[in-house]
């Protein structure tokens, strides 16, 4: 009898490169996300005639961009790195046109918030009004761009991904917003931005997972990648269940808040799992043969 074949390769080096990425990158893209909710939801906030809630979403979205940069320099090790990717301006490349959407993106949002709390109403405007024109391009840019890449599970899921990245953004920059609010005065737009935001990753995964189908979605059932998926999902369901009861809305916004990040963190390690693994590139090479 023939033995099972093993998915070995050349000197049993992996087929493809593993990505390199440390933890600096899913808190880069999640931190993102948040940031794009938010200058999102500020603007809708501003149009609502709730200037107390803009305010704040637009100094939410400043932080949590700034942290954003932070994470990626830590990531890249050199800031001159982030320079050296404006030497060229390549529509093809979606981390090349990443680079200068946050390029734009940045100084919007720190002018909206800075100039908001100086009392520099016009400038504030402006720099909101730009801030969420860009936000969408933002909160998607990471899910093209990790889906445009080699990466078994990423690449085969390259319909569904954005759309993953644009749910949690939703969900995590309107619990955020909750989070952030005083008693009494949480946005109901916050809350329910949250909630249909985590709705919307919940069946963004479960339509992506469809997609993989049952031999490389079996890598988010392996390793970190389960326990992280398992874990965000966990924590977005029982989140959005208790966003509904105001009693229970700022734990319910807490608990959407980290399933979303997990979410990030889920998708990192599977991509990471399946470039590991020969045989998630072998078997559908073959397939398409």
Do not use: C
Not at 16 to 22: A, H, Q, S, Y
Not at 46 to 64: F, K
Not at 98 to 118: Q, R
């Amino acid at each position: 009898m023939v033995p099972p074949a093993e998915f070995r390769t050349y000197y049993d080096r992996p087929v493809l490169k593993t990505p390199v990425w440390k933890h600096w990158i899913p808190a880069y893209m999640f931190v993102g996300g948040v940031s794009a909710g938010s200058s999102l939801l500020a603007e809708a906030l501003a149009w609502s005639g709730d200037r107390r809630g803009a305010r704040r979403a637009r100094a939410t979205a400043l932080v949590a961009i700034a942290a954003g940069a932070g994470f990626l320099v830590a990531d890249l090790g050199r800031q001159d790195r982030f320079h050296h990717m404006l030497r060229v301006f390549r529509p093809s490349s979606p981390m090349n046109m990443g680079t200068w959407l946050l390029t734009a993106y940045g100084p919007a949002v720190g002018a909206a918030a800075l100039a908001d709390e100086i009392g520099l109403t016009g400038v504030a405007r402006v720099g909101s009004v730009v801030a969420a024109g860009l936000a969408p391009a933002i909160a998607t840019y990471t899910g093209v761009l990790v889906a445009d890449t080699a990466v078994p599970v990423w690449h085969d899921a390259y319909r569904e991904l954005p759309f993953v990245f644009a749910a949690g953004t939703a969900a995590s920059a309107g619990a955020a917003a909750v989070l952030v609010a005083p008693p009494g005065r949480v946005p109901e737009a916050a809350t329910r931005l949250a909630l249909l935001g985590a709705i919307a990753e919940i069946g963004a995964v479960a339509a992506m997972r469809k997609r993989l189908g049952s031999f490389i979605g079996e890598v988010y059932e392996e390793g970190e990648a389960a326990r992280l998926e398992t874990a965000a999902r966990a924590t977005t369901v029982a989140g959005a269940a208790l966003l509904v009861p105001r009693v229970t809305r700022r734990l319910g916004a807490a608990l959407v808040f980290t399933g979303a990040a997990l979410q990030r963190f889920a998708i990192t390690a599977a991509g990471t799992q399946s470039a590991r693994d020969p045989k998630y590139v072998v078997v559908p090479q073959r397939a398409r043969i």
